[in-house]
């Protein structure tokens, strides 16, 4: 897959099969429409473009990052991951947009000459119900389909009943994550949740007890990490090796009070230095809540019936 991360950059086509959106979590619904498009693409000898954009809009459009509104911004997935996601599904070509307030102000008339015509050379839309451009989300698919002839197009609209037969949303998707609820979520996703980060120094305490761990730094500061819990998850390192590993999320009460929240998993049957390198976690299942245990050993007493069950879920 071509990734065009500049307009003026994108080698103009004139005969595309195009959609767009943010296409946050690439979930099912999403997938729905990709599967259309990259079907209309093989019918017509054509490459498949998707367009999307980056950063989100309400950053952009909305209140400052730290305003309490943002917090139901968080990312099902980062930009990084969309466009693995997006490869996976066979798009030719990717365009990523800028999004600034500027190019928010275009009418449809201006993003439809500018980028869909001009930048791209679309001949053929595949949208979903709804999908809405241009300045106050003024266009549509009654706008497209009144005046195809004049923009030389074809316009399918992938109807209502088609994406919401999956009863999935992007929103649901979030919910279940900040529930802890990953059977939920992976399957309204339809894949393993992921979550990537760097390996930092820790505490170090894991290891006194048999359990080492990597502590993850997550990057992307908007991406949702799911609720607080121990899970079950299968691990992927730089090098591409998949261990099970079991996933504590939480702030470790345990060990004291008061402590900030950390994110570390303890690869099972895995030896070796992980530090300052990146890790990507497939969350499987959810195991149990956080608790706080009468000290160490009944802490350790615990981590092995996790392990157990975490072999039991990876299985």
């Known amino acids: 897959m071509h990734v065009i ?9 004139g005969n595309a099969v195009v959609t767009s959106g943010t296409f946050d979590g690439v979930h099912l619904g999403h997938q729905r429409i990709l599967t259309r498009l990259r079907e209309v693409a093989q019918a017509s000898t054509a490459p498949a473009v998707v367009i999307t954009y980056w950063p989100h ?3 952009v459009l909305g209140p400052p990052p730290s305003h309490p509104e943002l917090l139901e911004l968080q990312l099902i997935t980062t930009l990084d991951e969309r466009i693995a996601k ?8 990717l365009l990523i947009v800028p999004f600034t307030r500027e190019f928010a102000q275009w009418t ?19 949208i979903g119900y709804d999908h809405r451009f241009g300045k106050n989300r003024e266009g549509g698919f009654d706008y497209l389909r009144q005046h195809a002839d ?3 197009l074809t316009v399918e609209e992938i109807p209502r009943e088609d994406v919401d037969a999956v009863g999935v949303s992007s929103t649901r998707i979030r919910q279940a994550l900040r529930q802890g609820d990953i059977a ?3 399957r309204y996703l339809g894949y393993h949740y992921p979550l990537t980060g760097t390996v930092v120094h820790g505490q170090k305490l894991g290891r006194t007890i048999g359990y080492p761990t990597a502590n993850l730094n997550i990057r992307e500061p908007l991406k949702l990490v799911p609720a607080r819990g121990i899970y079950a998850v299968w691990a992927i390192t730089a090098a591409g090796t998949r261990h099970q590993a079991m996933l504590n999320i939480g ?18 049957d ?23 245990y009468d000290g160490l050993n009944a802490l350790t007493t615990q981590l092995a019936l996790d392990a157990q069950n975490t072999r039991g879920a990876l299985t």
């Open 108 to 126: 449809s008339e201006e993003y439809i000459q500018n980028l869909l015509l001009r930048t791209v050379g679309t001949k053929q839309l595949v």
């Open 57 to 59: 809009p309400r950053l």
């Open 251 to 268: 702030v470790r009460p345990t060990v004291g009070a008061e402590l900030t929240q950390t994110i570390e998993v303890n690869l099972l």
């Open 270 to 292: 895995f030896s070796g230095d992980l530090y300052d390198q990146e890790l990507t976690l497939e969350f499987v299942t959810w195991l149990r809540a956080e608790e706080k």
């Open 150 to 152: 004049r923009y030389g």
């Open 184 to 186: 939920t979520a992976n």
């Open 86 to 93: 997006l490869a996976e599904l066979g798009v030719d070509y």
């Open 5 to 13: 991360r500049d307009p003026a950059q994108f080698p103009f086509l």
